[in-house]
């Protein structure tokens, strides 16, 4: 049986605001927390396949990966007849999966980069209003 326990934390996405005011030793903790999880999947030769900011989950200040629903082995997309599927989140897809080749590990690591690069554009702009103002 798999218990399931809340993230009253909410996810990555809905605590970008939270974020900012936190230490940077605390931003590199989540990061880490982020990195690990990420391995933890790799190491088991699966691919996420839908890594974004929502997909990350906060819980008692440590940040957990969710929504496996699409995380397959890596030859599940070596397959000739998964090549052109696309799945996740426009923004986090790899360039190279939008060009019809196949989710990789590779890939994720891209949406891992592109969550990190959403939140350096949200702290630009919230700094850019804040010196505006």
């Known amino acids: 049986m798999i218990i399931m326990n809340y993230a009253e934390g909410g996810s990555l996405r809905k605590n ?3 974020m900012v005011e936190d230490k940077w030793i ?9 990195i690990s999880g990420l391995k933890v999947i790799h190491l088991q030769k699966l691919i996420h396949c839908d890594f974004h900011h929502g997909n990350i989950l906060n819980k008692q200040y440590i940040l957990f990966i969710s929504d496996l629903g699409l995380c397959k082995p890596m030859e599940y997309y070596q397959s000739t007849s998964k090549k052109d599927d696309i799945y996740g989140v426009l923004p986090f897809v790899a360039p190279e999966v939008l060009r019809g080749k196949p989710y990789t590990l590779a890939s994720d ?7 990190l690069h959403l939140k350096f554009l949200y702290l630009m702009i919230k700094l850019m209003i804040f010196i505006l103002l």
């Not at 605390?26 to 982020?34: E, G, N, P």
């Not at 690591?109 to 969550?115: E, G, H, L, Q, V």
Request: without cysteine; charged residues 20%; positive net charge.
């Open 26 to 34: 605390i931003k590199l903790r989540k990061l880490q927390d982020i």
């Open 16 to 18: 970008l605001q939270n």
């Open 109 to 115: 690591i891209y949406s891992f980069s592109m969550n």
